[in-house]
């Protein structure tokens, strides 16, 4: 079956920094989606992504749909404590089930 | 506030025993889905349903069961046949199912083994 891969695994950064994460697959998407899940409760969207080369941005939070349509990135910038938290990617072609990624966990450090 | 609630939060199973998560919507959204949650480990599916009284088995449907009698509710039985049951349950629902439309996920049940 599709799978992601999401790298890094887990990353931890300084409070400030900008941090970058990716999502790789080896069969195309029509969409892609970015999620954040706190310690404890579901996943929230973060972003949706429709278009092959498509950028789009929600306040501190960057997202790229790769050319390709086999990828897909996220950039949040200037991270805060609050940032913390698990994020998943979600692939999704039409007809067919949503396949999320394993996710990516990111630590702010004071 | 539209959105999707679970309960409940915090549940435990004892040996042999059926157990029944709840998930309601009130987003007015035809497809609903359940996945199961390891610690480390991404989303899988277990069950979805694209319309009241339709439901499929998804990629771990094995000693779960499920109903749609409503369009509100989407209700997960993990059975005494699942051995290995505790995990973190998500219920989401979208608004079409095999759509391009996001899922939106309630605030989990997590299941746990006494």
């Known amino acids: 079956g599709q799978q992601l891969n999401q790298s890094p695994q887990s990353m931890f950064i300084q409070e400030g920094e900008d941090v970058s994460m990716n999502c790789t697959s080896s069969?195309?998407?029509?969409?892609w989606l970015w999620y954040k899940q706190d310690p404890g409760e579901g996943p929230v969207l973060l972003i949706a992504?429709?278009?092959?080369?498509e950028l789009t941005s929600n306040g501190r939070l960057t997202a790229q749909f790769g050319i390709t349509r086999k990828d897909s990135f996220l950039n949040i910038s200037a991270s805060i404590p609050s940032d913390v938290g698990i994020y998943f990617c979600a692939g999704v072609l039409y007809g067919q089930n949503f396949v999320f990624g394993p996710g990516t966990r990111l630590s702010v450090l004071p | 506030d539209g959105g999707i609630t679970q309960s409940p939060k915090y549940l435990f199973r004892k040996e042999g025993q059926n157990v029944t998560l709840s998930c309601e919507q009130n987003?007015?959204?035809?497809?609903m889905y359940w996945y199961r949650q390891d610690p480390g480990q991404g989303l899988r599916l277990i069950y979805y349903?694209?319309?009241?009284?339709?439901?499929q088995k998804g990629d771990i449907a094995e000693g779960y069961s499920v109903s749609r009698e409503k369009k509100e509710s989407f209700p997960l039985t993990v059975t005494s046949a699942q051995k290995n049951p505790t995990a973190f349950y998500l219920c989401a629902s979208s608004m079409q199912l095999h759509s391009n439309q996001p899922q939106h996920f309630g605030d989990g049940t997590r299941l746990s083994i006494l």
């Open positions: 992504l429709y278009k092959a080369g």
């Open positions: 349903s694209q319309i009241v009284n339709d439901f």
């Open positions: 069969s195309i998407f029509n969409t």
């Open positions: 987003l007015n959204h035809d497809a």
